[in-house]
């Protein structure tokens, strides 16, 4: 007899954020191990520009591939075929020989690691009810950021101890050990022997009836048809150039602007995705609250949230502006936790909108809208920061996300169901 555990849902996205770490360090180790890496085969900075961008090219076009594939054959093993691949081309990096075969690396790498957002989603849509899903969705999120931060000592260590080829084969291999605990230890709620009948009637307690899964199939014509994928996937059109330019700028911005050096930036560049984590939970908790303390439903109160949240990230319009690099320390930081705030609840609406044989489907569509918007960004920054500066980008990003809420409230419209699900997890066609 299986034993039962209590509160199996958070064993579950504990698991999937264990995959977002492994994830995030196979995204990470190139950048820790770019000097050694260039040096040894001799890739120019041009070469490197090419490497970098064709996982910023890739990376939201496997988005909605990969949530496609998740939401025809299952999360399980959907998950763990991306898992697979990202690790295996993770391990490839350390036989690349020139900059074209690690051009092809980074490629199928933004591929598959595009996978983990819609996984999450599709996850929490089956496994939470709806008042938790922004919290899960901040939960998985972190997972990045412990990724990034893991990266560096690791593929430092990894270098020194043995070669910048090992430290590629390390971190594909963790991902691989990683990939045979999905395998081993993930099950949908209704295959799942451990979860107990209470948990199971709490997961679908309140849920839609038309949203409950029927096994059919995702139609693209359909999700496409429908204002709330677009009032969910153009405010993301308008979000994720914060989280880009955080990764990929803030660096650079705090040397040719601030005058930082490599000590001063590696002292400080991580504060934001510190403020980034707590943010992550910060929009699902309050959007609890709102529910539980004052009744506000759901959708209104994820709204409330994300309209909270880019009130408080007009603030990183000051960024280019103010005279102490302390204060554009603290702007940025402000600017990372509104975005997460803000990301995570309007990431997590797909579960709330859509039904959920269509979850992974729709996160993975927003988040190729997500990705346009977030490589449009870089690609002006790149063309115009040498001409204007930074500041105007900054103003940009402060106030992007207020046409993000008039979006979000104008667009989305609730399912209008007031027919609970039967209390029972459904089977669907794949799990």
Known sequence: MAIKLKGLRWWMIGLLTLGTVMNYLARSSLSVAAPTVMADLHITTAQY???????????????????????????????????????????????????????????????????FIPAGMRMAAFWFPARERALAAGIFNIGTSIGAIAA?????????????????????CLGLVWAALWIMFYRHPNEHKS??????????????????DNGAKPNLRQIFSQRNF??????????????????????????????????????????????????CLMGGTISMFLNKRFNVSVINGKRMVFTLGALVMTAMAGVGYVKEPATAIFLLCLGGFAHQTLSVTVISMSADLFPRREVATVTGFAGLSAGIGNLSFTLVIGALVSTIGYAPFFVALGFGDLIGVVLLWTLVRPALVNRPADATVTRPANA
């Open 152 to 172: 560096p000592p690791l593929i430092a260590w990894s270098i020194l101890k043995y070669n910048w080829e090992m430290a590629f084969v390390i971190a594909g």
């Open 195 to 212: 979860l107990t009948q209470k948990e199971a009637a709490y997961i679908v307690e309140g849920e839609h009836a038309e949203l409950s």
């Open 49 to 115: 520009g090419w490497i970098t961008g064709a996982f910023l090219v890739m990376y939201p076009i496997g988005a909605p591939v990969t949530g496609y594939l998740m939401d025809r054959v299952g999360l399980r093993f959907g998950f763990l075929l991306c898992g697979v691949m990202w690790s295996i081309v993770c391990i490839g990096h350390g036989f690349a020989s020139g900059w074209v075969g690690l051009f092809v690396l980074r490629g199928l790498l933004g591929l598959a690691e595009a996978s």
């Open 230 to 279: 677009w009032g969910i996937a153009l405010p993301r059109f308008f979000a994720d150039p914060v989280w880009g330019t955080l990764v990929f700028w803030m660096p650079l911005y705090l040397h040719q602007a601030r005058g930082f050096d490599l000590k001063a930036i590696a002292m400080t560049a991580w504060l934001p995705f510190v403020a980034a984590d707590i943010g």
